[in-house]
């Protein structure tokens, strides 16, 4: 698989990743087999990056990760955590203290002495501004606990701060067909300082798979039930914040843009590979099938420019005006 250099870590990663929200919890049940099964397909696929959180089943995901690595040392991943989701979203609590702590606990996790990749994890907006808070993670850097420390946001706004911050190695934002926002500066912004950009949410939390209609239900322990409207954290990590019954009627839409023989779902995922300045996808897998299935967008021809047009216009006629402005 094509490989991009992360940003300031100088490492280089697939053009598509894994993401593994789904391992922890918030998606439903997935048992320890199964999640096994997804993290060696991937790798079997060429996947070299997993990305993950301390928050994810609190610490289940990274524990699942640390545990399949430990089998697989010649697998060569890159693993991203984030840290911050686990406390009282307060900016004093974003300390050298607290982040020693959190970090030696994703290092047990994990099982390794230094992590790749440490993302403050959607923290207050006032973070992003603090010199503290970068000057403590330049001490845990100092300190080999960390290898490099990036940031995953929420808004524009705040990709754009932090990548003015000289040790930001790379950026997790939003970036799918339903959120164009991140093209207009974020991703000119991050290429020029020589930031990685890793996206999430690439499929809208399924949406651009198109397989949903407007009568499919969810668990109701996955977050597609219970955050449509921001109940649980923000709304933007749940079908990009577009209204559901909308984004079902967009979907269809793009799933017409579609290549004959490639299925939705990876045409997002070539879309977003196409885009100047990303480094890496990471779309989740809740089972092997969906791993590979992922994995062979990075083998795909480049979308032609009509399909890029139709989906600029698609964003525009029917996303634009719920999301644009808000992220």
């Known amino acids: 698989m094509e490989q991009r250099v992360l940003g300031r870590t100088g490492r280089p990663v697939s053009v598509v990743g894994l993401g593994t929200w789904q391992l922890g919890a918030d998606w439903g049940d997935v048992r320890e087999e199964d999640a096994l099964a997804v993290l060696d397909a991937s790798v079997e696929a060429g996947v070299t990056l997993f990305d993950t959180a301390d928050v994810y089943g609190?610490?289940?995901s990274e524990q699942l990760i640390g545990?399949?690595?430990?089998?697989?040392?010649d697998a060569g991943v890159f693993v991203a955590t984030k840290f911050g989701r686990r406390t009282e979203q307060r900016p004093e609590h974003y300390n050298v203290a607290n982040f020693r702590a959190w970090a030696d606990r994703s290092r047990k996790n994990l099982g390794v002495d230094?992590?790749?990749?440490?993302?403050?994890?959607?923290?207050?907006?006032?973070?992003?501004?603090?010199?503290?808070?970068?000057?403590?993670?330049?001490?845990?850097?100092?300190?080999?606990?960390?290898?490099?420390?990036?940031?995953?946001?929420?808004t524009c706004a705040e990709a754009l701060t932090a990548i003015a911050r000289p040790g930001t190695a790379s950026v997790q934002i939003i970036l799918n067909a339903f959120r164009l926002k991140p093209l207009e500066r974020v991703l000119p912004a991050a290429a020029a300082a020589g930031v990685g950009v890793l996206a999430r949410v690439p499929l809208a939390s399924g949406l651009l798979s198109g397989k949903y209609t407007a009568d499919t239900v969810f668990p109701a322990d996955d977050h597609r039930t219970y955050n449509r409207h921001g109940e649980a954290f923000d709304q933007g990590e749940t079908f990009s914040g577009v209204d559901?019954?909308?984004?079902?009627?967009?979907?269809?839409?793009?799933?017409?843009?579609?290549?004959?023989?490639?299925?939705?779902?990876?045409?997002?995922?070539?879309?977003i590979l196409q885009q100047p300045g990303v480094t890496t996808v990471i779309p989740g897998a809740r089972n092997p099938q969906q791993a590979r299935a992922n994995a062979a967008a990075a083998s795909l021809p480049p979308l032609p420019q009509a399909t890029l047009a139709a989906v600029r216009d698609l964003y525009d006629r029917r996303i634009r005006p719920q999301v644009h402005d808000r992220w």
């Open 58 to 60: 609190d610490g289940r």
């Open 67 to 73: 545990r399949y690595l430990g089998g697989r040392p």
């Open 114 to 154: 230094r992590l790749d990749l440490v993302q403050l994890h959607c923290p207050p907006t006032p973070v992003y501004s603090s010199d503290e808070v970068f000057d403590a993670l330049d001490t845990l850097v100092a300190e080999e606990r960390i290898a490099a420390y990036g940031v995953s946001v929420e």
């Open 244 to 271: 559901f019954a909308t984004g079902v009627e967009a979907a269809v839409e793009f799933a017409a843009l579609a290549p004959e023989g490639v299925t939705p779902a990876r045409t997002a995922l070539r879309w």
